[in-house]
């Protein structure tokens, strides 16, 4: 059997053998797609195997997340190593315990559990949407770091998709997005297997998917065999000769490739072939039927000489000139390793302004603008933008210099993503996954139309920020379909992402500074429409946003209630507080912008701020009471919100949802009354 061949089918059988072991996962796609993978990874990707971080190797998503043992079967027969260890990225015994506790080899691929997997996929379309901002990334990297004569910063995003790709409105969204902006670094490999879980794809799906790609200004191709080698290089030759514009190739396949009974069925996609149906397949394969996971002699050495030697070559190259540009180009080096390292710059910190107190103050989506602005002078890869928002957001960059990132100047900071919020999120996780420090933004309600990108964000660790305005019925007179009530608790209730909802200008920037220095998740700002008081600093506590929560507002002696709040209520919380003073009643009120961060703090720091001794607490927010309990105790109450908003001004709004002083002066008397003991 010629080394290509043994080499494709190695990949077959490794992944049949390790779904099979495991008794779970995919073997069709792998089966169908090891071709396209043999001639992708050893022909054509800039990869080095030793050296998998190399900051400009061209990028490989597995959109099709399911189709794991494709990608784990590759990354172990290249010779992947580990860059801290230098060990396999991926062993024998790895794909042997494919699906089981503690393997990198995980039912989807996941960042960081082996090196060569560039992202997290799983959720379809999340993998094509991140790649256009991976691709967006190299663009701008390249725009604004390349010399006329030395250019070094561009790479080639692959992506392999499926029909729950494609049919998903993200996948749409991201290569409506791609098409305009004329990525021509982009290549999506789609896998038209014409199968989904249910049967054939006829049940529900009979568009002409290379037809909709041109509209969206794609150039496509059309791979009628994906077990023709030739013309799988000339599909890939295509994009590569593809100038103005991303390529999809359209990779027509049999799923289960080989398997007597189950290829071209749906039953090969999610299950296990069967100790008997493995067996007849590598037969049908001249493959050794009773030698689980068979590493036939000179598939490794193969690949070594393959990807292996020229991505070798292709790496040491371009340590030679980027060493040649660090001579002439120091600065912008400093810059690129500390982009490649997720490094602050120096002297960020400057750029966060202190707000003077100010009765009438500013909207926090205002000073969030200011506050952007002013850190953008001194954060050179800090871009983002918003879907089709900014006037309203306060995102867009305002300086000359940033620019906008469009086809004829990928060097820009402020993107304008359309109203694809779903495609946004995807996006700045791409970019941010490329080192920069990307931020996007829409109205809060609008985060159940981003939730799954935001989801990967906190599943990654990257530090997406997302910025988020017009965050209550504070609002107004929009109405109920556009002020968040629940989207507090459904944001909160993620885990790994930052929530941060500041109650001044001054919040606002403390909230950059914490957020900016957390680079392992992600961070959303939750801003309001309205107005707010710049508070007096020296009257109030310092704005201690990096610890979460902090007393905000003293009283004289043993406070009698707590009153906690946050963003536009506390306000609210001061009015109650000189309401209850007059009444003899000491309350203090804590400012909580951050639960997660308050959380962190050890026990003696949360003690100081809430403690266990007053009993008596109010929390004040806009959103539902789901998860205040946990610091409000038995005997705590609530103002806020139960049910959907209406459609008023603001201030009328509170007033009849009762989110007033005169609502939690109420409610601290009735904690106080239930935190005395019974007569």
Excluded at 335 to 349: A, C, K, T, Y
Aim: some cysteine; hydrophobic content about 40%.
């Amino acid at each position: 059997m010629p080394l290509e061949q043994l080499t494709i089918n190695t990949i077959r059988t490794l992944s049949m053998d390790a779904v099979q072991a495991a008794n779970s996962g995919h073997p069709g796609t792998p089966m169908a797609l090891a071709p396209l993978a043999y001639v992708l990874w050893n022909e054509q990707l800039r990869f080095d195997p030793a050296r998998p971080d190399w900051p400009t190797r061209d990028r490989f998503v597995l959109s099709c997340g399911h189709a794991s043992m494709l990608l784990y079967s590759v990354l172990h027969l290249a010779g992947i190593k580990d860059p801290e260890s230098g060990s396999p990225a991926i062993s024998l015994d790895d794909i042997r315990s494919f699906r089981q506790l503690d393997s990198p080899c995980a039912g989807h691929p996941e960042l960081g559990e082996a090196a060569g997997i560039e992202m997290t996929t799983g959720p379809l379309g999340q993998g094509v949407g991140s790649s256009v901002g991976m691709a967006m990334a190299a663009k701008w990297i390249a725009a604004r770091y390349d010399r006329p004569d030395q250019q070094l910063f561009g790479n080639d995003v692959y992506v392999v998709c499926s029909d729950g790709d494609i049919m998903e409105g993200i996948g749409c969204e991201a290569a409506s997005l791609a098409g305009h902006f004329k990525l021509d670094n982009l290549c999506w490999i789609y896998d038209d297997n014409r199968i989904t879980i249910e049967g054939d794809t006829e049940l529900a799906f009979s568009e002409d998917v290379a037809a909709r790609f041109q509209s969206l200004g794609w150039h496509t191709v059309t791979v009628d065999d994906a077990n023709d080698l030739a013309a799988i290089r000339a599909a890939l030759a295509s994009f590569r000769e593809t100038s103005d514009r991303p390529t999809l190739i359209v990779l027509r396949s049999v799923i289960g490739f080989g398997s007597p009974n189950k290829a071209g069925s749906h039953s090969a996609h999610g299950a296990p072939l069967g100790e008997d149906e493995v067996a007849l397949t590598k037969q049908a394969y001249d493959w050794p039927v009773d030698e689980p996971f068979h590493l036939p002699e000179g598939v490794v050495e193969h690949l070594q000489a393959g990807i292996g030697q020229r991505g070798a070559e292709l790496s040491s190259q371009w340590d030679e000139q980027f060493a040649e540009y660090t001579e002439q180009s120091p600065l912008q080096a400093a810059e690129l390793r500390q982009i490649w390292q997720g490094e602050l710059p120096d002297n960020w910190q400057s750029g966060v302004p202190d707000f003077e107190a100010d009765e009438k103050g500013l909207a926090t989506r205002v000073s969030s603008g200011q506050v952007l602005n002013q850190l953008a002078e001194h954060y050179p890869w800090l871009l983002g933008g918003s879907a089709d928002l900014a006037p309203s957001t306060m995102t867009l960059l305002e300086d000359d210099a940033a620019g906008h990132f469009s086809a004829d100047n990928y060097g820009g900071r402020n993107l304008h993503f359309g109203i694809r919020e779903h495609a946004m999120g995807a996006i700045a996780n791409g970019m941010s996954l490329a080192g920069l420090r990307a931020y996007c933004a829409t109205f809060f309600i609008f985060t159940d139309y981003l939730r799954p990108s935001l989801r990967l964000s906190s599943i990654m660790r990257q530090p997406v920020i997302y910025v988020m305005t017009h965050d209550s019925i504070g609002l107004g007179e929009d109405g109920p379909t556009h002020q968040p009530v629940a989207q507090l608790a459904a944001c909160r209730a993620m885990p790994n992402l930052l929530v941060f909802r500041p109650a001044d200008a001054n919040e606002v920037a403390a909230s950059y500074r914490s957020l900016l220095e957390i680079c392992d998740r992600p961070s959303m700002l939750v801003l309001t429409r309205q107005n707010l008081p710049t508070l007096c600093r020296t009257t109030y506590g310092a704005a201690d946003v990096a610890r979460g929560a902090y007393l905000l507002s003293d009283c004289e002696g043993q406070p009698d209630v707590l009153l906690i709040g946050t963003g536009s209520e506390i306000s609210i919380c001061l009015e109650a507080q000189r309401q209850l003073a007059a009444e003899g009643v000491r309350a203090q009120v804590v400012s909580m912008p951050c639960w997660e961060l308050f959380d962190e703090q050890d026990q003696a720091y949360r003690e100081q701020v809430i403690p266990p001794g007053i009993t008596a607490r109010v929390a004040v927010e806009a959103g539902i009471r789901q998860g205040w309990d946990r610091y409000l105790g038995s005997n705590g109450q609530f103002v806020g919100m139960t049910g959907f908003g209406a459609s008023a001004p603001a201030g009328t709004l509170y007033e009849h949802f009762g989110i007033t002083a005169e609502k939690v002066v109420a409610a601290a008397e009735v904690a106080i009354a239930a935190g005395r003991p019974s007569s």
